[in-house]
């Protein structure tokens, strides 16, 4: 998916991606929100009915897609890092050379 993604878009927007996304999730509330989540299934795990699997199976679910969500908003900020090096490459490439004789 990554390199699909890498395809369609520029360094420059993937840039701007990954910055979007550790927005994301330097953001008090967006931090306060996972801790929160996180913590009310850890309850909710805790006093649930060893017996309802249903719910159990739930349970694990969420805590899955809670961290699901997380590691993609890492993702973006780690390939919003490639493509920022990418940039610099290519502003490097067309920068002119300058020669000196010795």
Not at 47 to 57: F, I, L, Y
Request: charged share 35%; net charge neutral; proline share 3%.
């Amino acid at each position: 998916m990554l390199d699909y993604l890498r395809e369609l878009l520029t360094p420059e927007k993937r840039r701007i991606i990954g910055a979007e996304a550790q927005q994301a999730l330097d953001n008090r509330h967006w931090k306060e929100a996972f801790v929160s989540v996180n913590q009310y299934l850890d309850e909710v795990a805790l006093s649930c009915d060893p017996d309802n699997k249903e719910k159990a199976q739930r349970i694990v679910l969420s805590k899955q897609l809670l961290a699901s969500i997380q590691r993609e908003l890492i993702r973006k900020i780690e390939d919003g890092e490639v493509a920022r090096t990418e940039i610099e490459a290519i502003e490097a490439a067309r920068r002119p050379r300058s020669f000196s004789r010795m």
